[in-house]
């Protein structure tokens, strides 16, 4: 009957799906009268003649089927951007550096690629302002140099003369002039030519050196208002090819 129980226990083990190794330990235990008996994992009791054997064996199920630990580190998808391979940039002769490493060429190679930089791009820059600067300046717009009745002379750029009203003697009914508190005016508009093209750029100039001493001597009527005058005077001047003239 022992040698049916050892043999079904060892059947059952063989039996097994080959998993991972697990060790069984069989004991075999014979008492004081005689009596045997086979027990797993146990020793026999005190008092009893006892025989011990390993037998190595597949890991029971609950242990075979033990979830892995998922890792840490999640696993990087398709729609994540590769990292760039690192490249060693040459170095020149003679400026002595043994060699330049990798992750400063990776570095250099990417601001190369995308045109980023620390520093201005003097070439982008500079190119841009040269393309600025060599774009032709348009001719300044044209001027008109006019008078008054009262034979005041000024600049305007606008093409219709401007009316003003000339006041006129008034007379008492017994000749006196001023005629007490009357007054009378006649509109009259003022007289305008168009400045030469030739001499355009220098009176463009005058004409703002006239209003900016208007406005810095106090002969200006309205001060907010001329001081704007001036600034689109300027304004025209610089966006013109009087810019460098004057």
Excluded at 62 to 76: K, Q
Excluded at 99 to 128: E, F, L
Excluded at 144 to 154: K, L, V
């Amino acid at each position: 009957m022992i040698r049916g129980v050892l043999l079904a226990a060892l059947l059952g083990l063989a039996a097994a799906p080959a998993l991972a190794q697990y060790a069984v330990v069989i004991y075999r235990c014979t008492d004081a009268s005689g009596a045997v008996s086979v027990q797993n994992d146990v020793p026999c009791p005190k008092g009893s003649q006892q025989q011990r054997r390993v037998i190595e064996t597949a890991a029971p199920a609950s242990i075979a089927a033990m979830p892995v630990a998922p890792s840490a580190t999640p696993a990087r998808t398709s729609t994540e951007p590769a990292l760039p391979a690192l490249v060693a940039m040459p170095v020149p002769a003679g400026s002595g550096s043994e060699g330049v490493s990798p992750v400063a060429g990776t570095a250099a190679a990417a601001a190369g690629a995308t045109g980023d930089s620390g520093a201005p791009d003097a070439a982008g820059d500079g190119g841009a302002a040269q393309l600025v600067d060599a774009t032709p300046a348009e001719p300044p717009p044209p001027l008109f140099s006019c008078r008054t009745w009262d034979r005041q002379e000024y600049f305007s750029d606008d093409p219709v003369p401007t009316r003003r009203c000339a006041p006129l003697r008034v007379s008492g009914l017994d000749g006196s002039a001023g005629g007490g508190q009357a007054s009378a005016c006649e509109y009259v508009t003022d007289t305008c030519a168009p400045v030469p093209d030739a001499a355009l750029c220098s009176q463009w100039h005058r004409h703002a050196h006239d209003t900016r001493a208007r406005l810095l001597f106090g002969r200006a009527e309205d001060p907010a208002a001329t001081r704007i005058e001036l600034e689109r005077i300027e304004a025209l001047i610089h966006a013109s090819t009087c810019r460098g003239a004057g």
